[in-house]
């Protein structure tokens, strides 16, 4: 069989869960590459070179997974996150654009020997991200899920960052090992979405993606209460804190933080105008 052949058969079969046309070719594309091992060039300047037919088992067995709605970057093992790639898995959130929006505000709140810790690390992409962009930066990842602690160690060893990140496992601030220093910026994408909505999210999130990455509680706003009241003690006075909100929790977040004695919060919105992000800065009253 054809390249082109092969494309244009995975379109069709993705047909029924992309009905836009763009986003079935797009997908198809990325799927047959993935499994063939080429790149865009292939369809464009080799589209009859031809597929084995070990090959095409493994694409038809892919566009299976698709069809079950397993996402994308599930079946290809990756992900760009800030114009970086990043191994994923089922046991970490996916990396979204929606979450660029929190490292493009923390990064300028960096100077050189700046220590950041990131709650809920997942694949690492906050905090490697920022480290990647920083100078003489270096970070702590902490996550519940040891699954998840594996791929961000793997992705900051791609990425050459291994001797300046840490990951621990545990419970948010409790996974630090004792005596930890403050930190000059906390970073953290939590849970944030309602336990109630979760079932009505498209099933590529409710039912792929890892529940502890997406359950915040009755309100969505569990974690992020936990995270204003235990952040002082890691935070320096005049620390920043940003952790990522749903698009209708700003002004609660933000009240949250402000209950709690921190100054400056703020609600920051994202790319489509929708509420990402709360900040806040530690008082210097703080305990």
């Given amino acids: ?24 070719e797009l997908e198809a594309r990325l799927l047959l590459e993935y499994v063939c091992g080429t790149g865009l060039e292939c369809l464009l300047a080799e589209p009859d070179r031809e597929v084995t037919e070990a090959e095409w088992d493994r694409y038809r067995a892919v566009l299976v997974d698709r069809r079950r709605h397993i ?20 046991a970490v959130l996916i990396p979204r654009q929606d979450t660029e929006t929190l490292v493009e505000l923390a990064m300028p709140q ?31 990842g902490t996550d519940l899920s040891a699954d998840a602690l594996q791929i961000a160690r793997h992705n900051a060893g791609a990425l050459e960052l291994a001797d300046k990140a840490e990951f621990y496992e545990g419970d948010l601030f409790g996974a630090l090992p004792e005596g930890t220093e403050p930190f000059d910026l906390i970073v953290s994408n939590p849970p944030y979405i309602a336990t109630d909505v979760i079932g009505t999210l498209q099933p590529e999130v409710a039912e792929a993606e890892p529940r502890m990455a997406l359950d915040g509680g009755p309100d969505g706003l569990d974690l992020v ?4 009241d235990q952040a ?3 935070l320096v006075p005049g620390g920043t804190i940003l952790v990522e909100i749903g698009n209708d929790q ?5 009240a949250i933080f402000e209950e709690r004695g921190y100054y400056e919060a703020e609600v920051h919105k994202d790319l489509c105008g929708n509420d990402r992000v709360v900040s806040a800065v530690r008082s210097f009253r703080m305990a």
């Fill in 1 to 24: 069989m054809e390249y082109r052949e092969a494309y244009a058969r995975g379109c069709e079969a993705l047909r029924d869960i992309l009905p836009e046309k763009r986003e079935r």
């Fill in 71 to 90: 996402p994308l970057a599930y079946l290809t093992e990756e992900t760009y996150f800030m114009g970086l790639p990043f191994k994923v898995s089922p």
């Fill in 110 to 140: 960096m100077t050189g020997g700046s220590r950041v810790l990131d709650l809920c690390t997942g694949s690492g992409c906050i905090l490697l991200s920022l480290l990647h962009y920083s100078i003489d930066c270096t970070g702590v």
């Fill in 225 to 228: 209460r936990r995270i204003a």
């Fill in 232 to 234: 002082p003690a890691y």
């Fill in 250 to 254: 700003g002004e609660a977040a933000r």
